[in-house]
């Protein structure tokens, strides 16, 4: 794909606008200070050691990604003043109410819809492809059952984790580490707290939130006098999560809660009761159930977690000031990795067999496969360059051995054949059954009494999605939500293939369109950022049409 005209068509065009884009920009006085610059490249955690932007880094990863530093600087500018041209688009973007009621309509909308899915494996129960069709597909598509052309490479690595088997660390040198950071190993105090809530709109009126206050207080004197506190918690908190564990929050650690709330939780006493305290949720009577004051880990327990602190430290410094060692030579003798692997201390590995779009091992890497069948690599037999196939990792690759490309063996994809043809066959049992089953349904069957009839289970479609892990209900729900609302009275039936196994069958009910009015102010602002940016990409976008309708350019696709 990489090498079609197609591909290369593609790039090509990329590039024009790109370059009419920059005109534009420069002749309207768009530009990314110096200091801007700095800030935006030191900002880049691929450029940090230990947090901190580190220059060797930073022009190694530039120089292994085919760029020079001005180079890399040039395009960081060039989209920094694209981005200034984005925002000012987009804070120019007039967004009329119409538009923020519009979008919430439809962004905070609600389906009331069933769905039950078909497995295929029913399908697959007893299914035989016979000997003929199975020699019929090998003759009629042999160019899919092709083994293609592989390689396999010698390569050596250069990683942190590799140094830090290297590295030798004292038991002087972790006691040094553990007494300059004791606050690394302790134990920060934790208690354990349940709560009731008296829950509160963000915008409630000031009376809403007196007469809560006051209905608070109440269950406070009825705790203080005695009452049971989980009780109290089940039958007044609005808190779903902890409400039926009578108010258990678990264990609270600095940090975890409202400052509000967690101030009050480390001020209590073990089994003490607040008072109520008021935050972004509410009303709340919380009270402290066990406390487990601060402790120091000692010193053998965290050993051996110091010793490989130290060993990654040591590891990372030493690979940053390797890696410029281990570029120079298997540049200076591309004729072998032995120099680099006798510097590294460290034997040079080899590969498995793989192909140009798949590998295993070290050839996983995309980088590593497009590098060893480079003419380079394949065809002069030297050294690869240094290659970055992780934030800490570089691999250099050598040719080791080659075969062509060539047709299998019928023998060899028989199984592969009989698994597909199944599959197809399969399949398309079982599209045709969830086909006729909608069709039987519009014709007015009864959704109940036909899925029990096929041992078919319904379950309604989750209200709350984004907090559903069910991946297969996710999936219907995407689908339900494609399609147009039903008339009144009258559902919308449907079928749609969800995966290789499951077939999707739904019943839309009704489409409940998003309340303003229901939703907070923050929902608001987040809608209005949201038709914002996309009114300001718009724009963007026919500026760009603009620019290429107004441009004199000529495309030679002849000499792509």
Excluded: C
């Amino acid at each position: 794909y990489f090498a079609s005209r197609a591909f290369k068509l593609q790039v090509l065009e990329t590039l024009i606008d790109s370059r009419l884009q920059a005109e534009y920009l420069r002749d309207r006085g768009f530009r990314v200070t110096d200091e801007q610059l700095s800030k935006k490249i030191s900002s880049f955690s691929t450029f940090q050691v230990d947090g901190q932007f580190n220059p060797t880094r930073y022009e190694q990863l530039v120089r292994n990604a085919g760029l020079s530093v001005e180079g890399f600087e040039r395009q960081q500018r060039q989209q920094g003043a694209v981005d200034q041209l984005r925002a000012g688009l987009r804070g120019s973007s007039l967004v009329v109410s119409s538009m923020t009621d519009r979008a919430i309509e439809l962004l905070y909308q609600r389906r009331m819809a069933q769905f039950t899915v078909v497995d295929i494996a029913a399908f697959k129960d007893g299914l035989i492809v016979g000997s003929e069709a199975l020699l019929d597909e090998f003759d009629a598509n042999k160019a899919q059952y092709v083994q293609p052309e592989q390689m396999r490479v010698e390569f050596i690595q250069l990683s942190v984790d590799q140094l830090a088997k290297q590295a030798n660390v004292s038991e002087l040198e972790q006691r040094a580490f553990y007494d300059n950071n004791v606050e690394r190993f302790t134990q920060p105090e934790s208690r354990t707290a349940s709560h009731i809530l008296l829950s509160l709109a963000e915008d409630a009126a000031e009376d809403v939130v007196d007469t809560l206050e006051q209905e608070s207080k109440g269950i406070v004197a009825r705790a203080k006098a005695g009452e049971d506190f989980g009780q109290l918690a089940e039958t007044y908190s609005k808190d779903p999560g902890s409400a039926s564990r009578g108010g258990d929050l678990g264990i609270i650690r600095p940090g975890a809660m409202a400052p509000s709330f967690e101030t009050v939780v480390f001020d209590l006493e073990e089994g003490q009761i607040s008072d109520p305290v008021r935050t972004a949720y509410g009303w709340h009577i919380i009270k402290v159930t066990s406390i487990r004051e601060s402790d120091v880990r000692p010193f053998d327990e965290v050993m051996n977690e110091i010793k490989a602190i130290l060993e990654r430290e040591w590891a990372e410094n030493q690979f940053i000031t390797m890696a410029e060692d281990f570029q120079n030579l298997i540049f200076e003798q591309p004729d072998s990795l032995n120099s680099a692997s006798d510097f590294l201390g460290t034997p040079i590995e080899r590969s498995d067999w793989f192909s140009r779009t798949t590998g295993d091992g070290v050839a996983s890497n995309e980088l590593v496969r497009q590098t060893a069948f480079s003419p380079e690599v394949l065809v002069d037999r030297l050294n690869s360059e240094m290659l970055e196939i992780g934030s800490d990792t570089f691999v250099a690759v050598r040719f080791a051995d080659f075969r062509e490309k060539r047709q299998k063996d019928f023998n060899e994809v028989k199984d592969q054949i009989e698994r597909v043809l199944a599959a197809k066959v399969a399949a398309d049992a079982q599209e045709e059954f969830a086909k006729k089953l909608v069709a039987t349904l519009e014709a007015g069957g009864d959704w109940d009494n036909l899925l029990a009839v096929e041992g078919l289970s319904p379950a309604d479609l989750p209200e709350d999605l984004e907090n559903t892990t069910d991946d297969v209900a996710r999936a219907a729900a995407r689908v339900v939500y494609s399609v147009g609302a039903p008339n009144p009275g009258t559902p919308v039936f449907g079928s749609a293939r969800l995966s290789a196994t499951d077939y999707l069958i739904y019943k839309l009910d009704e489409v409940v369109a998003g309340d303003i009015s229901q939703i907070t102010g923050d929902q608001v602002s987040e809608v209005k950022d949201l038709i914002e940016s996309r009114v300001g990409e718009e724009l963007h976008a026919g500026i760009g049409r603009a620019l290429r309708t107004a441009a004199d350019v000529q495309i030679f696709e002849e000499a792509l």
